[in-house]
């Protein structure tokens, strides 16, 4: 079993940039049934990341939660 829940977030508004705060997670796309391939993406040290799916640009926000984005709204589940 995994020690942690991995954030699922999509970007059914087809927003340039969401502001999370986690660096790893998943990229759903836009909410099913015209969701894309669910990727697990880790940005290590870096504090922003690019889906290879849906060219949405991932950026970390130290503070916000795991459970927060901006815009509001971009959590699918956990």
């Not at 699922?8 to 998943?26: L, P, R």
Request: net charge negative; hydrophobic share 35%.
């Amino acid at each position: 079993m995994a020690d942690a829940i991995t954030p699922h977030f999509h970007n059914t508004d087809g927003v340039d940039t969401i502001f999370i705060g986690v660096k790893e997670f998943m990229c759903i796309g836009a909410r099913p049934p015209q969701d894309h391939p669910h990727v697990f993406l880790d940005m290590g040290d870096e504090s922003e990341m690019v889906c290879p799916y849906c060219s949405t640009l991932y950026r970390y926000s130290a503070d916000l939660t795991a459970t927060q984005t901006r815009p509001d709204g971009m959590l699918i589940g956990m």
